[in-house]
C-alpha cells in the first residue's frame, strides 16, 4: 500500500486511547501538533517531522496496520482478541486503556442456576468471538446477538440473558442495575506494528521500541 516511505504512520482511535497514549507519545518525542476534539481533522502532524496520526474507529486500527496504511498503532486487546492479530507484530502491552471483559447480567438472572442446569443462555454483545469462546469452553450453550454499542440495555429490555461487555469502574452495570457474574480477561492497549514496515522502516521503527519499551517499564503495568 501506498505510504509515506520516510516517516511514520500511527494508527489511533480518538477518546480514551488518544487521552491516555498522548503522554506515552510526548515522552517519545511524537506530542501530536492538535487534537481530536479540536478539529475534525482525521491526519494530525506531530513534534516529530515526518510522523503522523491517523485519527480511525478503534476496531479499525488492526486493518490500516495489517495492510500497511499504517506502520503502526495502538488497539485495545479486546479488539485484537476479537478479530485475532495474524499478521500483526505485538511488542508492548502499553498498560494503558485498562479494564476488564466480563459476563453481566441483571440481578434478578439467576445465572449460575441457568448455567448449571444446562439451559441455552442468550449473550448481547460486540464481542462474538471472546463470547462463543468463553461459554465453549465452559461447555455453555448459547445464542449470541452481535450489538455495535449500549449493550447494557440488552437485558433491561429482554433481548437478552446477559451481556459481555468491558466494564472499569462498573458504574454503567450499576446505573443499570446489572451484576458483573464472571471475569472473562483483563484488557489494555497494545501496540501493534506491520510486519513489512518493521523490515523496510526499521531504522525508524526501531528506535521508538527501544525508547517504548523503557517508558512502559517506568510506568507501572
Ligand atoms: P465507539 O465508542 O466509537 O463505538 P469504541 O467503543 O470501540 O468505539 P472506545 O469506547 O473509545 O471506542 O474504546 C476504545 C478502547 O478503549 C476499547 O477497545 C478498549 O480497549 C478500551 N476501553 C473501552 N472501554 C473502556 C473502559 N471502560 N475503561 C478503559 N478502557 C476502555
Ligand atoms: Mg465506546
Do not use: W
Amino acid at each position: 500500500m501506498a505510504n509515506e516511505m520516510r516517516g511514520l504512520t500511527l494508527a489511533l482511535s480518538k477518546g480514551r486511547i488518544f487521552d491516555d497514549t498522548f503522554p506515552i507519545l510526548t515522552k517519545l518525542g511524537m506530542e501530536p501538533l492538535g487534537s481530536p476534539e479540536a478539529s475534525r481533522k482525521l491526519v494530525i502532524q506531530t513534534k516529530q517531522s515526518g510522523t503522523r496520526i491517523v485519527l480511525i474507529r478503534a476496531s479499525d486500527v488492526p486493518t490500516y496496520v495489517r495492510h500497511g496504511a499504517a506502520d503502526f498503532g495502538i488497539a485495545g486487546k479486546d479488539v485484537l482478541v476479537e478479530q485475532g492479530a495474524e499478521g500483526l507484530y505485538q511488542p508492548v502491552d502499553l498498560g494503558i486503556a485498562k479494564c476488564r471483559m466480563v459476563v453481566a447480567a441483571r440481578a434478578d438472572f439467576d445465572y449460575l442456576g441457568s448455567v448449571q442446569h444446562g439451559g441455552r443462555i442468550t449473550v448481547a454483545t460486540k464481542y462474538p468471538n471472546i463470547a462463543r469462546n468463553h461459554f465453549s469452553a465452559k461447555g455453555v450453550q448459547v445464542n449470541i446477538i452481535k450489538l455495535y454499542g449500549s449493550m447494557e440495555l440488552a437485558p433491561i429490555v429482554g433481548l437478552s440473558d446477559v451481556i459481555v461487555d468491558l466494564v472499569s469502574t462498573g458504574a454503567t452495570l450499576k446505573a443499570n442495575n446489572l451484576l458483573e457474574v464472571e471475569d472473562i480477561m483483563p484488557i489494555s492497549a497494545r501496540m501493534v506494528v506491520n510486519r513489512t514496515a518493521l523490515t523496510t522502516k526499521g531504522y525508524l521503527l526501531e528506535p521508538v521500541l527501544r525508547k517504548l519499551e523503557i517508558i512502559t517499564n517506568s510506568i507501572s503495568l
